[in-house]
């Protein structure tokens, strides 16, 4: 197995962005991770090439210097050589949530009976399942299931494509789902190919209700948003404009010290809340329009 080395730094999030793209020459792959909710965030850039600290050092100053900012201390470390294979399996063992059964390509067994098998592997995108907020949004997916079949369902934010291919399956509806990261759109679309659900959800890229496929496709009667608590307030009147009038949100993303925040923001546009699901810290919210 080949030596892989991570260059670690700690910044605030307005210099996440350009100390990244100081050391993307030099790495493979970055990613960076909010240490606290509104702190600091630690970022990690992994070589296959021991890197030369002199050059980080000059390449970190060198975006510092553009863009005022303090340049950070940095680490650079060899990692343990991994079998990545089963580290993933270790990492991310077969599920089940609600009727849901989200399992990896590394999966040999069969799904439970009556269950609804979901194919993915941890990935570049967000929602893999794990994360109280995708659990949240899958139940609720699911229990919505149990009453009725939404004809025309969206997902805003779909990072991995979890929750559209959650409910292409569970409704057999055709779905539309968006992200803005261009990296989330390839995974989820090549999720939909592996789960041979291509032909049920379009992935799109683009921020919020922008795309003219959802202006074109509204009114939706479900609309799930598994993003943060800021967007979800700041995107609440555009969704209420693409939402029919008996329909059904579901919002995730949230700690549980902001959702009066984002209750509030959504009430304002006449939705009521309807169930509230609170996992370890996180918030999953169903909301409806406000009965006559």
């Given at each position: 197995?080949?030596q ?31 240490i606290?909710?509104?702190?600091d ?27 005022g900012?303090t ?88 990072g ?22 261009r ?25 919020g ?12 009667d ?14 609440s ?17 949230l ?14 546009q ?6 509230r699901q ?15």
């Amino acid at each position: 197995m080949a030596q892989e080395y991570k260059i670690t730094l700690i910044v605030k999030q307005a210099a996440v962005q350009p100390f990244a793209d100081a050391l993307d020459e030099m790495a493979v792959a970055i990613a960076a991770f909010e240490i606290v909710p509104g702190g600091d965030w630690r970022v990690e850039a992994y070589a296959i090439e021991e890197p030369d600290a002199v050059i980080v050092e000059t390449a970190l100053k060198a975006a510092g210097d553009a863009h005022g900012l303090t340049v950070p201390k940095f680490e650079i470390e060899a990692l343990p050589q991994t079998d990545w294979l089963a580290e993933n399996r270790r990492a991310f063992p077969a599920q089940t949530i609600g009727r849901f059964f989200i399992h990896g390509s590394h999966f040999e067994g069969l799904a439970p009976s009556g269950s609804i098998p979901l194919l993915l592997d941890a990935a570049t995108a967000f929602g893999s399942g794990e994360h109280e907020t995708t659990r949240g949004c899958l139940i609720a997916i699911d229990r919505i299931g149990k009453v009725r079949r939404p004809k025309k369902p969206l997902d805003v934010g779909c990072g991995s494509g979890i929750l559209a291919l959650a409910m292409a399956k569970r409704y057999r509806r055709k779905v539309i789902a968006s992200d803005l990261d261009r990296e989330s759109v390839r995974v989820a679309r090549e999720n939909m190919r592996l789960n041979r659900e291509a032909g049920w959800v379009r992935v799109e890229q683009g921020a919020g209700y922008r795309l003219p496929i959802i202006g074109r496709n509204k009114p939706f009667d479900l609309i799930v948003a598994n993003i943060l608590a800021r967007p979800l307030c700041q995107l609440s009147k555009d969704l209420k404009r693409h939402l029919s009038k008996d329909g059904t949100v579901i919002l995730s993303g949230l700690l549980e010290n902001q959702e009066t925040m984002v209750l509030a923001a959504h009430r304002r546009q006449g939705l009521r809340l309807v169930n509230r699901q609170r996992r370890k810290g996180w918030s999953t919210l169903t909301l409806a329009a406000r009965r006559a």
